[in-house]
């Protein structure tokens, strides 16, 4: 694996901010009427998309799920435009017609933002066949949540990319619970990146609290994925510090579970490194501190003042 | 006593075959279980096995002899010291025994036979390019796939056996061989996987065709087709498009009963974001599936499998295409409207022929050919003409294609009518196995008639 330098270092400290002030932020608005419909925040998982952000090209294609905002920052698209998607303005990545869980960026190979359970699996896997049919040596990283690790079309997913040797990185991201029901309640066999074995798909599982054992597994099994191996599954455990949804009270879980799970806070295991290294002071660390809550604000302001989509964008885009 | 062997029915469609090879001679011994013929059918080539032992007397059709009715006698197996009689014209007890048979035959063969009227419509005949020769719909399909691959490498084929089994029903004969197993690719029996890979294939770029070896089977994958194929464009503002044509046999069958024989014409009609064909002859089927694979958007087309064997002539110019989203106005007429579309096109003929003559009404047919976006120019144009309008298509009735129909002609025609709209559809149950009441619960030439007497008023 590539050493990692000082300002990959800074890059992922402030990519991981930008997340978690973005959904903060994006909590207020919804609290505010200003955000409608389902919203899932991303607070506590950043590790995992930033350290896989870490190790991509920028031809590479990406699927997820509904649980987006965060994979979008990480694609490096403007907060501005993604927050102006979840108030439904003309400014979205969307024009305003998907919102939180179906924004895409064709420009930047990010293909959704999916609001069915385990869709983006078969799909992601079908932007891999696309770029191995086209000889090109880009692979896709599909995010899949632990609850669609329980859904079908998964598994056709991966019998399917194994059969045909697709260039497809599966990541789960393990974050505990399924809506309210916890991986335990919902999966029989509880290390769900075993399950490519029956399809001879190699697997392993990674603390997601701890970007550089992300970025560590996802080195090795991009590489993996990008040498024409086929698929490679990655297990990532991660936890989600908010409810499901904006709505979810979250009452599933202990207080003490969380806060567990807040003592090994992802930001803050960066941040220790980066001042342990000397790579930047503590001054350094308050300007992007700073610097990131003014970007994430200008973005709320952004997305609060874009228009509404004209009526005539009701029926445009249905067909092209 | 000798025993006749007769050609047997190996697909549910079949009504005749063609004799490829022997695999006996005249003064073997046969035992039950031996094979004794390779049979070409609608569908493959196949061995078929003796039923009976004796000796081989005689060897009724050569080698390659083709279009062989189905229950015909081919050879005659019986005991060699007996006296062989070759009967050429058989005892009369087995004469009533065999037309019994053959009017069983007939009657089956009647709800699929396709080439009940096969006259070409004017507009057809008109066409200049027309070939000399007559296709099927199969072949029409199968060349038309050709072509465009031939024109684009983005195109590609998968489904369940299309490539190494030559297509469930021939209609990707050849395709491997030509194009190879990275464009030609068997998925495994796994629709909501393969339909979801396709689908983030087109999302990228390529324009795959996606065959379901039935449109029952696509209901395994509906999720993908609606929320991810038919969505997307929509959800991403315009930025990914999908590129996609899903095909297949749809509708009834022969006697496949309840899960193999559902018409899927309205479901996918009914959502915003998909396009709808349903070609009806072989000339259709080619301008039209070169309009759905050429099309930047999802498009289902619904073959018909009764419709495969159907002969006629077609186009043969590589860009000959037909526009999504037009009508055909397949006869004129002054008396009343039949708007319909696929196999229902061919008894709508039928039915209009007997109108003619036992009635003296001109009825105007209208083949939709497309069914989202639906042509309600030519529809409205007809009504306003004749007054008077039945619909005829082989789906339920609860909410189908003539369902809406009725409610844009009431509309924006009101008072053009004569007489209320009828639809004539489906029985409104599951499809059952008996071949009588597969009978009753089709759409029949006499169903038609009744509608167009009662928008005419005769009794």
Known sequence: ?320 | MSTEILMPALSPTMTEGNLSKWLIKKGDTVKAGDLIAEIETDKATMEVEAVDEGVVLDLLFKEGEANIPVNKAIAIIGDPNEKVEVKKEAPIEKVIEEKKIEKNIETKIENKKADIIDTPSPKIEEDRNLSSEEITMRQALRDTMAEEMRKDNKVFILGEEVAEYQGAYKVTQGLLQEFGKERVLDTPISEHGFTGLAVGAAFKGLRPILEFMTFNFSMQAIDQIINSAAKTLYMSGGQINCSIVFRGPNGAAAQVAAQHSQDFSSWYSQVPGLKVIAPSTPYNAKGLLRSAISDPNPVIFLENEILYGLKGPVNNDVNFSIPIGKANIEQEGKDLTIVTYSIMLQKSKEAALRLKEEYNLDAEIIDLQTLRPLDTETILNSVKKTNRLITVEESWPFGSVGSEIANIVQRDAFDYLDSPVIKVNSADVPMPYALSLEKLYLPQVDDIINAAKKVSYIK
């Not at chain 1, 599909?142 to 997913?157: L, S, W």
């Not at chain 1, 991986?183 to 029989?188: P, S």
């Open chain 1, 1 to 320: 694996m590539k050493k990692l330098q000082k300002a990959d270092y800074i890059k992922m400290y402030s990519f991981m901010l930008k997340i978690r002030r973005f959904e903060e932020r994006a909590a207020q608005l919804y609290g505010m009427g200003k955000i409608g419909g389902f919203c899932h925040l991303y607070i506590g998982q950043e590790a995992v998309v930033v350290g896989i952000l870490m190790t991509i090209d920028k031809n590479d294609s990406v699927v997820t799920t509904y649980r987006d905002h965060g994979h979008m920052i990480a694609r490096g698209l403007d907060p501005k435009r993604i927050m102006a998607e979840l108030t439904g303005r003309e400014d979205g990545y969307s024009a305003g017609k998907g919102g939180s869980m179906h924004m895409f960026s064709k420009e930047n190979n990010f293909y959704g933002g999916h609001g069915i359970v385990g869709a983006q699996v078969p799909i992601g896997t079908g932007i891999a066949f696309t770029h191995k049919y086209n000889g090109e040596k880009n692979i896709c990283r599909t995010y899949i949540g632990d609850g669609a690790m329980n859904n079908g079309q998964v598994f056709e997913a991966f019998n399917l990319a194994a059969l045909w040797k697709l260039p497809v990185l599966y990541i789960i991201e393990n974050n505990k619970y399924g809506m309210g029901t916890s991986v335990d309640r919902a999966a029989a066999g509880l290390d769900l990146y075993k399950r490519g074995e029956a399809f001879g798909i190699p697997g392993e599982k990674v603390d997601g609290m701890n970007i550089f054992s992300v970025i560590e597994a996802a080195d090795k099994a991009g590489k993996y994925v990008r040498e024409g191996n086929g698929p490679y599954i990655i297990e990532v455990q991660t936890y989600r510090y908010r409810g499901h949804s904006m709505s979810d009270p979250a009452k599933y879980r202990t207080k003490e579970e969380l806060d567990n799970y807040k003592q090994t806070d992802p930001i803050e295991i960066v941040k220790a490194e980066i001042l342990k290294k000397k790579i930047a002071t503590n001054d350094e660390i308050e300007k992007i501190n700073k610097d990131t809550l003014e970007l994430i604000k200008n973005a709320a302001e952004f997305a609060t003042n874009s228009p509404f989509p004209k009526d005539s964008e009701l029926y445009t885009d249905v067909y092209l």
